[in-house]
């Protein structure tokens, strides 16, 4: 049976309407990991796009065929550990996973994933980063790429878009010395389902996955691209797919083909760079293709000892 | 609906999100070798499988985004514009 | 054979937790609240206590935590004071109004600023109307009941409501008292085990917790949570009873009173400063004054029949406050004190307002005494709206 006959075959744990923009790899990537993981599974659902379509559910019903729930932005490790701790403690294997954008991830919910990291709390975290606060109207977060227009680092005479280039929190959380953390992009789906069937086998602590999910609403390209904005990505160098586990990292995919400058153009939310800008983002790029390129097969965290 | 004391949903909410599509994808079967690209990429779940029929369109949440169309290698799928809807 | 220790409040707080068999503990230290997070570790380290115990790195991570084991199914129990309740106020308000049975110790620390770490119920007053139980205690050895009341109230199938069990930093956490243990079987066969059946997350039972919520809904629940409130009147008073009648000790219920019915004057007060009241009371009980005191044990729901009951009749009433309202330029228990009162009767019983006490300073005998002697020559209500402060070395 091939990977796509069986997850054909699993059941659907979303409801099969939900109000996500059309051509949503977010909904895609949660239906897909659903289905990896299962029935036995409480899902927590943070404030954000997926919220907002409806996965919680609305009034006195819900989305998802899993107990599934809305904690705040900024707490949603916290709640899952507590919830993680009650079942350890009844002898109850459940998985407990959080699926949250990159606004509560590397924003506001960072602290409480840091502890939740540190304490070793059994939860699996899988963050949608779609660079933005994009259920509200696309504001910046930490995660958005540098130069990028969102609704809070508009273009204008006086700004160029985001300051700052993107927050690395995959290594972030690589150094908290978890036992595994990885990058994946829907378009490399065997990739993808893979990684969350690791994450999904951690006995020992926090699993996390960070997810990035090109978004065409926010972005500004046709939703039917919406797969192969995600491929580009990764062979641009733009977003690596790399794996650490148990301290030993491993980059997936080696082949940077693609220079950044037409996946760039390429989105309205870019259309403003100038060819400079566009360079100081492949330079960065370059840099921490090298860097991670060096990193490939080094222990560069606990090797699991804990 | 039942009476709660505290904020839970029970019922499952479905959203007809087939109504939103300004286009629909249409298969063409001679081309389509059943490599499930398609299936493997639709974010609504609408490309189905079973063994009877192989893989499928199921349009009723289909919301017209065309991913299939532009992944598929065969080029198999094609979107063409909905029709009007219908009354009633 | 009853069983007598010399502890202080903040051991009474973990101790009464302790015989509750929490399942998931959640705290994060502050001081004065440090040592019941210690106790607990030192309990679950020693085998004494057998509850998962997570050491959060924030107040906020300890609420969140508290109620995600809540709401799998799991008795909590976490503590906090001031800026810890502060940080922790997100998720704080939806403990209750997701309606999960927590308890939670609150040693009552002003807020700052100025920089500050001393007791007062500023913290636990100024969050009165997020929907909590509020239980303030006088002794450590009511603090070591009350936690244990606190359970059987909170997880009653007609309240679901979470308490805050609030005693006054360093004054009570960290003076010792001779306290009496309960027996553990006792404790056990007053406190059943929690099932948690009307918001649980169990793959099991599939629902989904806090869906986007449209305003009648909202409404629906709101007036579902007051109803909840209202029920806990009662049931504060029948736990309490029951309590006496099993580990023979019994606070009154929602207010406690001490020389209170022959009173002409009365003193209302919260928390630990009572101790002091009842002394100037003895004294002046001594001299032929009728004064008596009025101890408000459950802040909220606010027990305003029994105010009225209590306070009907009377000369005049002073209200000693260990806190601010900004706004009133009065304590917070003065407006509720006033509210109850309005309308029992046609003349309006003079209410003195007091602030005293506050940052960690003694409210003395001597000041009680003042107070007495302002009630004695008290004219009406109209002509005593100024609070009036209780400084050291001052009189005003």
């Known amino acids: 049976m091939s990977l796509v006959t069986e997850l054909c075959n699993k059941e659907d744990l979303l409801s099969p309407g939900i109000s996500s923009c059309i051509g949503c790899n977010v909904e895609l990537t949660l239906r897909t990991v659903l289905k990896v993981l299962g029935p036995n599974t409480i899902l927590a659902i943070p404030p954000g796009c997926m919220g907002g379509v409806g996965v919680v559910g609305w009034g006195k019903t819900t989305g998802a065929k899993v107990p599934v729930f809305f904690p705040l932005l900024d707490n949603v490790a916290s709640m899952l550990a507590g919830i993680k701790l009650y079942y350890e403690k009844i002898g109850r294997d459940v998985n407990v996973v959080a699926f949250a954008g990159d606004g509560a991830t590397v924003d506001a919910g960072l602290q409480c994933l840091s502890g939740a990291a540190e304490r070793g709390d059994k939860i699996i975290y899988i963050c949608y980063d779609n660079e933005g606060y994009m259920n509200t109207g696309f504001q910046r977060s930490a995660s958005t790429t540098k130069g990028a227009w969102t609704s809070t680092t508009p273009v204008g005479e006086a700004s160029r878009g985001k300051k700052q280039h993107k927050k690395d929190l995959p290594l972030i959380m690589a150094m908290h010395d978890i036992p595994y953390v990885a990058t994946a992009t829907p378009a490399f789906m065997l990739d993808l389902v893979r990684k969350v069937e690791k994450a999904k086998s951690i006995k020992t602590g926090l699993a996390y996955i960070h997810v990035y999910n090109p978004c065409p609403t926010g972005w500004g390209f046709l939703p039917a691209m919406s797969i192969h904005m995600s491929r580009e990505a990764v062979k641009t160098g733009l977003f690596p797919l790399y794996e650490v586990e148990n301290g030993k990292f491993r980059l997936n995919y080696k082949e940077k083909k693609s220079d950044v400058k037409s996946y760039l153009r390429n989105m309205k939310k870019f259309a403003h760079l100038s060819d400079e800008e566009i360079d100081e983002i492949q330079c960065k790029i370059d840099e921490k293709w090298s860097r991670l390129l060096y990193l490939d097969g080094l222990l560069i965290g606990s090797d699991g000892g804990n | 609906m039942k009476d709660f004391i505290a904020p839970i949903g029970e019922e499952l909410y479905i959203i007809s999100t087939g109504d939103w599509r300004t286009h629909r994808p249409v298969k063409d079967d001679n081309k389509c070798n059943q490599c499930g690209v398609c299936a493997l990429y639709c974010p609504t779940g609408s490309i189905k499988y079973d063994e009877g029929k192989k893989f499928w369109i199921n349009l009723d949440y289909c919301k017209g985004c065309g991913i299939c169309e532009v992944e598929c290698v065969r080029k198999a799928i094609i979107m063409v514009e909905e029709e009007g809807r219908k009354n009633g | ?396």
């Open chain 3, 1 to 396: 054979m009853a069983k007598y220790v010399v502890m202080n409040g903040n051991m009474a707080a973990a101790m009464g937790a302790k015989f509750c068999r929490p399942d998931v503990i959640a705290a994060y230290p502050i001081t004065p609240q440090t040592p019941i997070v210690e106790y607990l570790a030192q309990f679950i380290a020693e085998g004494e206590l057998d509850a998962a115990f997570s050491e959060v790195e924030s107040e906020h991570s300890a609420m969140s935590v508290i109620q995600g084991a809540a709401l799998a199914g799991g008795r909590t129990f976490t503590a906090t004071s001031s800026q810890g309740l502060a940080l922790m106020y997100e998720p704080y308000f939806r403990t209750s109004t997701l309606r999960l049975p927590v308890v939670m110790a609150i040693v009552n620390r002003e807020m700052i600023s100025p920089q500050t770490v001393w007791g007062g119920p500023q913290d636990s007053l100024t969050l009165r109307d997020a929907g909590w139980i509020q239980l303030y205690c006088e002794d450590n050895q009511e603090i070591l009941d009350t936690i244990i009341q606190a359970y059987k109230i909170a997880e009653n199938s007609e309240v679901l409501l979470p308490v805050n069990v609030c005693f006054d930093g360093f004054y009570l956490s960290h003076m010792a008292e001779k306290v009496e243990v309960p027996d553990q079987e006792l404790v056990d066969e007053f406190l059943p085990p929690y099932y948690n059946c009307h918001i649980k997350l169990d793959p099991q039972e599939p629902i989904s917790v806090d869906p986007l919520t449209p305003g009648s809904l909202l409404i629906e629940y709101r007036q579902k949570h007051m109803e909840a409130m209202q029920r806990a009147v009662e049931v504060i008073k029948s736990v309490d009873i029951e309590f006496g009648k099993v580990f023979g000790r019994c606070y009154g219920g929602l207010v406690a009173d001490y020389r209170l019915e022959d009173a002409d004057y009365v003193i209302v007060t919260l928390g630990s400063m009572t101790g002091a009241a009842k002394e100037a009371v003895d004294l002046a009980r001594d001299k032929g004054i009728a004064v008596g005191v009025l101890r408000v044990r459950a802040l909220r729901p606010f027990p305003v029949d029994e105010i009225r009951k209590k306070l009907m009749g009377r000369r005049a009433v002073a209200v000693v406050d260990r806190n601010v309202s900004f706004g009133w330029g009065t304590g917070i228990l003065y407006q509720e004190i006033c509210s109850a009162l309005y309308g029992i009767s046609s003349t309006p019983i003079p209410i003195l307002p007091y602030i005293g006490g506050l940052g960690g300073e003694d409210l003395t005998i001597d000041m009680f005494n003042k107070v007495i002697d302002d009630l004695k020559k008290a004219g009406p209500y109209s002509e005593n709206i100024t609070t009036r402060w209780l400084i050291r070395g001052e009189s005003k």
